[in-house]
């Protein structure tokens, strides 16, 4: 499937996000696919010419295809990146990690179309001890919460990884939905406050994002928990939510 192709499904199945929205950010790839051979997607803000950049920024949204305004406002956060972006960080925004979740089934689903949980696939250190017995006991084999066989056993995981390992980020920001707060972990302290959404820490799961890069490899993670699920935060939230970020990471990132 193309990059074309993926956007007028996106756009078919989004309501606050059309084809053109998404044709508009011009959206690359590096030859990987989902399962079901969807482009995993990505959109690069490079360091401007004789500015120095304060640091590597990677921004994540739809890791659970079912978290529809997660998806939608990586988009409304890359139109802001195409317009204002001065070069102050290096960007990489990856706006559906999961684009089999949102758009192979007639329902948008969390996992993946293995039916794993990508947000607890990764190699956190405590996955081969915790993650299995977690989601038996913990959740009652919830297939919701399915941590694969293996960590890393799938496209997408595997992808996000080395996209860490590659970019090297000094923040990573994950975008979800729908328990209305901030999220952090990692070194030093997050947000306080991102526009309506205020910190609480939810702690780590084998196998999260948060746990494999907040807590094994030390870069911050800040994730957003968006209010709903299926719809977007007014214009004005999204714009204080995006303020708030930005002069967070000023502030706060591990400056290279």
Known sequence: MSIEELCKEIGNKLGSVNT???????????????????????????????????????????IHGDEYSAISISFKWMDKLNQHHSGLFH???????????LLHFAKAQRQNANG?????????????KLANDYWVNKTKKNPRRYPGTHPMSEIE????????????????IAVHAP???????????????????HLRQLGTYPGSLGNYAGVDLDIPIVTIELPSAGSMPSKKEISHMWVDL???????????
């Open 20 to 62: 053109k929205d998404c044709l508009r950010q011009k959206l690359t790839h590096n030859n990987a696919y989902s399962p079901h051979f969807r482009p995993l997607a990505f959109k690069t803000y490079p360091p401007v010419k004789n500015k120095k950049s304060l640091g590597k920024v990677l921004l994540m949204g739809g």
């Open 91 to 101: 960007w990489k925004v990856v706006p559906l990690m999961n684009p089999d979740g």
């Open 116 to 128: 794993v949980d990508l947000n607890r696939n990764f190699p956190s250190a405590d996955w081969e």
């Open 157 to 172: 995981t595997s992808w996000f990884v080395d996209l860490i390992n590659d970019f090297r980020p000094d923040v990573i």
């Open 179 to 197: 328990h209305r707060l901030v999220d952090y972990d990692g070194p030093r302290y997050g947000p306080k406050k991102l526009g309506g959404l």
């Open 246 to 256: 930005v002069r967070w990471l000023v502030k706060n990132i591990n400056h290279k």
